[in-house]
């Protein structure tokens, strides 16, 4: 416990998940294309023993279980969306780092659209209603206050006679 | 003797803060300059104290001092020296006791340079110091003493996590606290504005050294411990999205919408409230961040439960003033008056979608690093939020804003001209077509999506060099006078194009880095050799090295790239033993702002040693662009009218200080 509350970037990273040092190479896939696929996969899909790091990244054993058992799949000619499926069929949502649109995660993805268009809007009204409001006349701060209409009435006054002269 | 008193001189701390926390107060309600002075001493002598406290626990470290439990746990007597002493924070307990020395710090720093606010106004920053201080002081006393000794004292130390014993242990965390702790000042200002119920143009002048400051620091902070990352964990990562991560970008974003608002509040006496609320958010945010990191709750919420006294002192913290200040916001906010119009297209509108923008942005962040946590809290099921989740939600926000930051600086205040501002881009605009066109045809069926990317980050420092060009006249007046004008400009404009930029020069790193970023991954015996990108690296041989405190495996690579010989690239693998746990140390070779990445994994059975090795082309720019948006701060720090300072109505006011 006391390792992870260590420091700010680093520690975190790496607590439980020792040194730094994924895909080994006889996981690869002698299919370049494949295992492109294979690495893509893996940077969505959590090493659960982990904190916040992909099976990509990951230097945990069960990543590397986990890392072969995509490749397993994907050799045997199933779809992303397939192994996807069978992995979180077998581990649960947990295993997603890009979590699913269920209801679960409607708030996670909707609220970020609706906090900028609600956002928005809310600016766009209050600019019209400033502007509507300072544009009439009624508006306290487009009148003169009691103060100001007297040092006007002064200064026309001081004005007139000079105008007649 | 050396660890109880750096223990009273913490408790003497403590006894000022609460001190400072109510008498100025009493003394400004009364109007007694006397008692609203004696903030200014308190928060220096706090100063004095919290600094004796913070070097007797180095000393502690440095003479290896293992009768204390914070020493055992976290040294070893043949650590080098420079180790023991970055140990100090490389642990909850020295990390918090850093903490609250950079809060004294500031405190310290208002009360010694101060000179020119408002006796009640310095008052009331110095009371709010002196409360956010005193619960801080207390979370330590109470709940994570370094102090504490051990009965029967061991022989030797645990050592400090091996990760940790970096250069970048000694610069990253103080520059990551100069930022996150920068922020209480703003803070302490939009509460003291709030409780005295008045707040001016002037105000936002004396606020806005501090937060750029703060913000200077935590943008070189955060960039430090990215690049960190990225050569300490071996898999050239720069940035996880891990909620650490998180926790230190959601300050950084909230401050920067806050620089920009702050810059409207003071030229044009508009956006007041929005700020007051913009600088309690990022202090608050601050705040979240050491909760999230010091309590636990990350790894879990179980681990949180079952250890609570931290965490919940820190809730309770997070809670008192977040709620507090937000409760006093809401309380006295409609007392502030509203201040200048504008147009919807004008400076001050641009500043407000940057503000929009940003702001959502940050709220993305928050809602990503929290939801697994609350869900979990709420229904008992894990979910898991990571990387590709905030690229689709940030990365977007992120690039709308990109497009909006050079017409921003082009608008004029109040009512502003936008097609003359994108005729006035017209260059930055076909800058960024030829770059788009350049890419395309380079990498012709390649990636389509990442040429336009870049293409808007030219755009952006296209831009940035635009609003310059414009300012000095350049091409329209002779060459002499556009240079005399380019001398005449405020620094501040320069800062700002400086930093505008630079988040540019950032952009185009990261689009290059994730998308041409090219590896080898295999396993090599010696006078193998790996071809990556165009270079050639023949593993010449592998040897072994006693350290001070751990063993060494050194690989020599031999690069070459088209025949030519360029140099040995050594990169190893370190054992710890103490810990019985290992490090990778990458071997960089730069070439411009390019890279060539070797780590090394586990030796094979039969003497094959497990080998990565990447090129990653312009990676160095993800991190030249936060210096020289920091660079740009500084720049704009330096601006005469903050060395002038604000303003005042009456008495000539005594120059103010710079910040630093």
Redesign the interface.
């Known amino acids: 416990?006391?390792?992870?509350?260590?420091?700010?970037?680093?520690?975190?990273?790496?607590?439980g998940c020792?040194?730094?040092?994924?895909?080994?190479?006889?996981e690869?896939m002698a299919d370049p294309a494949k295992e492109a696929r294979a690495r893509d996969l893996s940077?969505?899909l959590?090493c659960m023993v982990c904190?916040?790091?992909?099976i990509d990244?990951s230097d945990a054993p069960l990543a590397r279980d986990l890392r072969l058992l995509v490749r397993e799949r994907i050799a045997t000619g199933e779809s992303d969306s397939q192994v996807i499926d069978f992995l979180v069929a077998r581990y649960?949502?947990?295993?997603?780092?890009?979590?699913r649109f269920t209801p679960?995660?409607l708030?996670?993805w909707l609220?970020?659209p609706l906090?900028?268009i609600g956002?928005?809007l809310a600016?766009?009204l209050y600019?019209r209603r400033?502007?509507n409001n300072?544009g009439s006349p009624t508006d306290p701060s487009r009148r003169l206050t009691e103060e100001e209409e007297a040092r006007l009435e002064r200064l026309l006054a001081a004005d007139t006679p000079d105008k007649q002269a | 003797m050396i660890a109880e008193a750096g223990h009273y001189a913490l408790v003497l701390a403590l006894g000022l803060a609460l001190i400072q926390s109510t008498v100025p107060l009493l003394g400004a309600r009364w109007g007694d300059h006397a008692l609203m002075n004696v903030a200014r001493s308190t928060a220096l002598a706090q100063l004095l104290f919290v600094a004796a406290s913070f070097t007797a626990l180095t000393m502690l470290h440095v003479v290896s001092d293992f009768s204390v439990a914070n020493v055992f746990e976290n040294s070893h007597s043949m650590k080098p020296l420079l180790y023991k002493i970055t140990g100090v924070w490389g642990n909850h307990e020295g990390s918090m006791l850093l903490w609250v020395l950079i809060l004294a710090l500031f405190g310290g720093l208002v009360a010694a340079f101060g000179n020119n606010l408002p006796l009640s106004l310095r008052a009331h920053v110095l009371a709010v110091q002196g409360w956010v201080a005193a619960a801080f002081y207390l979370f330590i006393l109470v709940t994570s003493n370094p102090f504490l000794r051990i009965a029967s004292p061991p022989i030797e130390g645990r050592d400090l996590n091996p990760v940790l014993q970096d250069i970048g242990l000694a610069v990253h965390p103080p520059m990551l606290y100069l930022g996150y702790v920068g922020f209480s000042i703003s803070f302490s200002f939009a509460v003291a504005a709030l409780i005295e119920g008045r707040i001016d143009a002037a105000w936002a002048r004396w606020v806005r050294p501090w937060t750029l400051v703060a913000w200077i620091f935590l943008t070189l902070g955060i960039a430090m411990g990215s690049y960190w990352a990225y050569y300490e964990l071996g898999w050239g990562g720069w940035w996880f999205w891990d909620p650490v991560e998180n926790a230190s970008l959601m300050p950084w974003l909230a401050g920067t919408a806050l620089l920009h608002s702050a810059v409207v509040m003071e030229k044009r006496n508009a956006l007041k409230v929005w700020t007051i609320l913009l600088s309690i958010l990022t202090f608050s945010l601050s705040l979240l961040g050491t909760f999230l990191v010091r309590s636990g709750v990350l790894t879990s919420v179980h681990a949180f439960a079952t250890d609570p006294a931290r965490g919940v002192f820190i809730l309770l913290i997070l809670c008192l003033f977040i709620g507090g200040s937000l409760s006093l916001f809401a309380w006295r906010a409609s007392s502030l008056k509203q201040g200048g119009l504008f147009a919807p297209i004008s400076r001050e509108g641009a500043l407000v979608l940057n503000n929009l923008l940003i702001t959502v942005a940050c709220w993305t962040v928050l809602l990503g690093t929290l939801y697994p946590m609350v869900h979990e809290v709420l229904t008992g099921n894990k979910v898991s939020v990571g990387a590709p989740y905030f690229n689709l939600t940030f990365g977007p926000l992120c690039l709308g804003l990109m497009l909006a930051v050079p017409f921003g600086p082009l608008l004029a205040w109040k009512r502003g001209d936008l097609l003359g501002a994108a005729q006035r881009l017209t260059a930055a605009g076909i800058a960024a077509l030829i770059a788009i066109a350049v890419l395309w045809a380079w990498t012709w069926g390649g990636a389509t999506f990442a040429p336009l990317v870049i293409g808007l980050a030219v755009f952006v420092v296209a831009g940035a060099m635009t609003d310059l060009a414009e300012r000095m006249a350049l091409f329209r007046v002779p060459l002499g006078v556009a240079m005399a004008r380019a001398r005449g400009l405020p620094r501040s404009t320069w800062g700002s194009a400086f930093a505008h930029a630079g988040v540019g020069i950032a952009l185009i790193g990261i689009v290059c880095e994730t998308t041409w970023n090219s590896e080898y991954i295999g396993s090599m015996k010696p006078n193998d050799v790996a071809k990556v990108a165009g270079y050639q690296l023949k593993l010449d041989g592998v040897t072994q090295r006693q350290g001070p405190n751990f063993r060494e495996m050194i690989a020599q690579f031999a690069v070459t790239l088209d025949g030519d010989e360029l140099r040995v690239m050594t990169p190893s693998k370190r054992n710890f033993t103490t810990r019985n746990s290992s490090t990778t140390e990458a071997a960089l070779l730069t070439r411009g702002a390019s890279q060539l990445y070797i780590s090394l994994g586990d030796t094979n059975a039969d003497g094959a040693i497990a080998v990565r090795i990447y090129h990653k082309p312009l990676v160095l720019l993800i991190w030249w662009g936060p210096v020289l948006m920091a660079f740009g701060g500084l720049l704009s720090l330096s601006d005469r009218r903050l060395r002038v300072g604000a303003p005042k109505p009456a008495k000539a006011a005594r120059a103010l200080q710079p910040a630093e």
Do not use: C
């Open positions: 416990m006391r390792k992870l509350l260590a420091s700010v970037f680093v520690v975190a990273m790496m607590a020792p040194a730094a040092y994924a895909v080994q190479p006889d690869i940077r969505e959590r904190q916040n790091q992909s990244d649960g949502e947990f295993v997603l780092l890009k979590p679960h995660t708030l996670l609220l970020p906090a900028l956002g928005g600016l766009w600019s400033r502007a300072s």
